[in-house]
């Protein structure tokens, strides 16, 4: 845990896997969510990014930028949220890149009945729809539901677009059985694929960072998931959506909408899950983890829930222990 963080205990009264306590993250007002074993920290200065994550007393599994950077928002790393796909803000923000100030705006945070909950400020070109984002633990996960409000009248498409900054020795794809795609991998044109790509099977896909190469890569599995280790610990998201099945009354909830469109990638097999590697080296290295919900009109607003854990693998070879828990 960062030195600088100053926890004060002040309880507040939420359910009881998650205590929600104030403190301060580098000198910013911040919110500690944990359940006694896993901990995460929001700071709503950052653009409401989440910017800790790990087991209580434990190392931080996000990417943050060096404590001599306070100002440099685009160094500030941890996890966010934006309106998606990337390859849309071509058509509706002023830039494609860097991202518009509702990513270093302070975001609103209030208080709920499971934990807290952070809205950004509106969104040009989404017709002033506002990220939110609802933190809890339920069952030892961290739970984050993503949404994108309504933009009323707007017929844009838009997508959750789910961003967490890490720097882990090994991470792990999960692959479709079937796709359009060589290797049933979607590589942006864009990237250099350089050596870091290893096909575990053809429905597992390893990555070992290598500092200087620039990449990004997509899939579409039946069960949308990522996975990263380091020092004998694997972090797991995995995502949940509601979709409708035509005949039922209620809507059914599951790893992925089988009846979607996603973004990117080519119709039907658009992609749920992305990975990209920064070329820059240590102490300003690290990859994206990112997770993408289907595409919505931008009037309706976007949905999207992910799950993280924690766990301990130990001497046990990474594959195999991803490979079993991206498939639970």
Not at 135 to 154: K, Q
Not at 215 to 235: I, M, Q, S, T
Not at 297 to 325: F, K, N, Q, V, Y
């Amino acid at each position: 845990m960062h030195r600088a963080l100053l926890l004060v205990a002040v309880a507040l009264s939420v359910r009881a896997d998650t205590l929600v306590e104030k403190t301060t993250f580098r000198d910013e007002s911040a919110w500690r969510l944990t359940d006694g074993i896993t901990e995460a920290i929001i700071v709503p200065s950052y653009g409401g990014r989440l910017m800790r994550y790990g087991k209580v007393g434990g190392e931080n599994w996000l990417w943050n930028g060096q404590p001599d950077e306070p100002g440099e928002y685009m160094r500030w790393g941890g996890d966010k949220t934006f309106p998606g796909p990337h390859s849309m803000w071509r058509f509706t923000a002023k830039k494609s890149w860097p991202p518009p100030t509702p990513d270093t705006t302070e975001h609103a945070v209030e208080k709920t009945a499971t934990g807290i909950l952070t809205t950004s400020p509106p969104w040009d070109g989404y017709g002033g729809a506002r990220v939110v984002r609802e933190y809890g633990f339920e069952n030892g996960d961290l739970v984050i539901h993503h949404r994108i409000t309504p933009a009323e009248g707007s017929a844009v498409p838009v997508a959750v677009w789910v961003i967490t900054q890490c720097e882990p020795s090994v991470a792990y794809i999960p692959l479709p059985k079937k796709s359009p795609y060589k290797d049933n991998v979607f590589w942006f044109d864009w990237s250099k694929r350089g050596t870091s790509g290893n096909l575990i099977s053809p429905t597992l896909l390893e990555i070992r960072p290598t500092v200087g190469e620039v990449f990004k890569l997509g899939a579409h599995p039946e069960r949308p998931a990522l996975a990263a280790v380091r020092n004998g610990v694997l972090f797991l998201q995995r995502t949940e959506v509601e979709f409708s099945v035509k005949g039922e009354a209620a809507p059914r909830r599951g790893p992925r909408d089988p009846g979607a469109q996603y973004p990117e990638g080519a119709d039907g097999a658009g992609l749920s899950v992305e990975f990209y590697h920064h070329n820059l080296p240590p102490p300003r290295h690290y990859i994206e983890l990112e997770l993408l919900s289907p595409l919505r009109p931008a009037r309706e607003g976007a949905a999207l829930t992910t799950r993280w854990s924690l766990h301990d693998i130990g001497a046990r070879p990474a594959a195999e222990a991803a490979a079993e828990l991206l498939q639970k």
